[in-house]
T-cell receptor
Framework: EAQVTQNPRYLITVTGKKLTVTCSQN?????MSWYRQDPGLGLRQIYY???????DKGDVPEGYKVSRKEKRNFPLILESPSPNQTSLYFC??????????FGAGTRLSVL | GQQLNQSPQSMFIQEGEDVSMNCTSS?????WLWYKQDPGEGPVLLIA?????ELTSNGRLTAQFGITRKDSFLNISASIPSDVGIYFC?????????FGTGTSLTVIP
């Protein structure tokens, strides 16, 4: 079954404690992306990757890092999380950037 | 970044009613996409539009690519309870991807 898998689904952490949210897709897609969703703001793109070892900033990259060492994986790293990064995060992948397939989301709370 | 404004922000309708929502941008888009997000899940693509003026249907859903390329519209006919969710317009600009602010739909049985 074609899917985008994010882990964990829920995460509660404290300010400053590094964390990684994993994302994996099995569709051999080149384009992958991370979004955060906040009430009233829709989804905003954090980082995207056009292919292996090619990543670029989206609209809200501050406080986040990503890596794309393999085509299927695109982890999101928060080196020093802060409360304003409390949000719902989505990973997505696409063959052509336009039509994106989303994971089920990771709800992060930073205390 | 790009701003995609959707209206209305929320809608409460009776089952069986038709629904209209729209999305406007300050910039031109060459592709418009409409996604639906069910509670607790990620967005799922409903309709993709690639040409100005294009009208595309998917079952009870019909979307239009505005002539100015700065807007798009989504209509849902004869709403049913499973239409509940948040509807987003979206589109790419260069290699980035932008989503609208969303329209939350509640269908009252």
């Amino acid at each position: 079954e074609a899917q985008v898998t994010q882990n964990p689904r829920y995460l509660i952490t404290v300010t400053g404690k590094k964390l990684t949210v994993t994302c994996s897709q099995n569709m051999n897609h080149e384009y992958m992306s991370w979004y955060r969703q906040d009430p009233g703001l829709g989804l905003r793109q954090i980082y995207y990757s056009m292919n292996v070892e090619v990543t670029d900033k989206g609209d809200v990259p501050e406080g986040y890092k990503v890596s794309r060492k393999e085509k299927r994986n695109f982890p999101l790293i928060l080196e020093s999380p802060s409360p304003n990064q409390t949000s719902l995060y989505f990973c997505a992948s696409s063959a052509n950037r336009d039509i994106q397939y989303f994971g089920a989301g990771t709800r992060l709370s930073v205390l | 970044g790009q701003q995609l404004n959707q209206s209305p922000q929320s809608m409460f309708i009776q089952e069986g009613e038709d629904v209209s929502m729209n999305c406007t941008s300050s910039s031109i888009f060459n592709t418009w996409l409409w996604y639906k997000q069910d509670p607790g899940e990620g967005p799922v693509l409903l309709i993709a539009l690639y040409k100005a003026g294009e009208l595309t249907s998917n079952g009870r859903l019909t979307a239009q690519f505005g002539i100015t390329r700065k807007d798009s519209f989504l209509n849902i006919s004869a709403s049913i309870p499973s239409d509940v969710g948040i509807y987003f317009c979206a589109g790419p600009v260069g290699n980035q991807f932008y989503f609208g602010t969303g329209t939350s739909l509640t269908v009252i049985p």
